[in-house]
């Protein structure tokens, strides 16, 4: 993996943002057969939760999961593994960065109903890139041929895109999930991270996916913003104490006491993993300028 300055406009070459300091992953580094789905989302949104019973909706359905957390705090498969498992970061530089030296079981952890758990983590703070982070682990996965026999990918990336390193996961997916409630901050979140798809799709396979509903009775913001961009949304999660209730018990939303508003839950959750392992069409959803948000959401 190198960090490469791209091209500026008028400039020769191909690059996915003009302008930009962009991390450029090895080609030889792609996943395999199975299919990718990176999921981003603004801080806090519940990007975790959503991963995770997502992964189990999978497994459910039969599918060879994988869940990869791209976030420092290590906490994106908490729910499936019931603990904080070391990172990739940490047990590399254990070994003193000689990957030859770890085993599978070192960084790879089976969680709730088979899913295979494993987290990235980050370079120190304010040190490194987090594309170098997700270019170590896939290459990891590929040396010990944990990719194989893989159904389902699942990167739970950090907070808004930001940079590069943060889009890095972009460059191994099908496809682009965002997770978002109806309020502004989450549809300003997203519009960048439609921004940061459709770059990506410019010189990789990843196309925008569409946008989960979370945390939210109403759908009334993002139904605006939808129609003004050409997004979708994919799933609808409400706003209910059993999904917050499911993270501090360490369980997943398929281990809870079954009541009739859980089990719709968790048919929305089996809903959706069905519709994306059949395939959804590619959008080719527009960004909008920060100005135009504000006009169509903010304010009169």
Wanted: a negative charge; aromatic letters at 8%.
């Amino acid at each position: 993996m190198t960090v490469t300055f791209r091209p500026r406009p008028g400039e020769v070459g191909r690059g996915d943002g003009d302008g930009s300091m962009q991390v450029r992953l090895d080609p030889g580094m792609t996943i395999g057969n199975a299919k990718v789905f990176s999921v981003y989302g603004k801080g806090g949104i519940g990007k975790s939760t959503t991963s995770s019973n997502l992964s189990v909706a999978f497994s459910k359905l039969g599918k060879r999961v994988l869940q990869i957390g791209c976030d420092p705090k290590h906490d994106s498969t908490f729910t499936l593994t019931k603990s904080l498992i070391p990172t990739v970061i940490d047990i590399l530089e254990q070994a003193n960065f000689h990957s030859e030296e770890l085993r599978p079981e070192d960084f790879v952890f089976e969680g709730y109903n088979g899913v295979l758990c494993v987290e990235a983590g980050g370079p120190p703070a304010g040190t490194g890139c987090g594309g170098y982070v997700v270019g170590q682990t896939v290459k990891l996965l590929k040396e010990h041929h944990l990719l194989d026999e893989t159904d389902v990918v699942i990167f739970d990336v950090l907070g808004d895109v930001v940079c590069g390193g943060f889009a890095a996961p972009l460059q191994h997916a099908d496809r682009g999930i965002i997770v978002a409630a109806n309020d502004f901050d989450s549809i300003f979140a997203m519009n960048r991270i439609v921004a940061a798809i459709k770059a990506k799709s410019r010189n990789y396979d990843v196309r925008l996916g569409g946008v989960i509903v979370n945390r939210s009775n109403a759908t009334d913001q993002i139904d605006k913003f939808n129609a003004a961009t050409g997004l979708k949304s994919l799933a609808h999660f409400p706003d209910l104490d059993v999904i917050r209730r499911s993270r501090l018990k360490k369980a997943t939303l398929f281990e809870m006491e079954p009541t009739p508003e859980l089990l719709a839950v968790q048919q929305e959750y089996l809903r959706l993993a069905a519709s994306l392992w059949a395939g959804t069409p590619a959008l080719d959803a527009s960004p909008m300028k920060d100005r135009e948000i504000f006009d169509l959401l903010g304010f009169d």
